[in-house]
């Protein structure tokens, strides 16, 4: 399985997960994604079940998600865009799944 890290507007420390000192959470940036190939569709699907139960647990207000499920080249990708109501649900649901 390859991931693509979580892109985010905050100004987040390369590798680790942390924002520098300063970093406002604003609500400017609520958005998170993953995305990332499997083996198989069913590892894909176990994935994008457990992202969205992780996303709607940390959520206050419904989390709103986007997903895109197709085969390529080896395997299944796996694309999800969520979107939540306040910034540090994201900052929360990222550092989650790291």
């Known amino acids: 399985m390859s991931n693509a890290c979580d892109t985010t507007n905050t100004r987040e420390k390369e590798g680790c997960g942390c924002m520098d000192v300063g970093t406002i959470l604003d609500n400017s940036d609520n958005v998170a994604t993953f995305s990332a190939v499997f083996a198989s569709e069913a590892e894909a699907v176990a994935k994008r079940d457990a992202l969205e139960k992780k ?16 085969p390529c ?25 790291r």
Do not use: H, N, R
Not at 55 to 70: G, M, R, V
Not at 73 to 97: C, H, N, P, R, S
């Open 55 to 70: 996303a709607q647990e940390t959520a206050s207000e419904p989390c709103k998600i986007e997903t895109t499920l197709a």
């Open 73 to 97: 080249e080896g395997g299944y990708k796996l694309d999800m865009t969520f979107t939540f109501a306040y910034q540090v649900e994201t900052v929360i649901f990222q550092l989650a799944l």
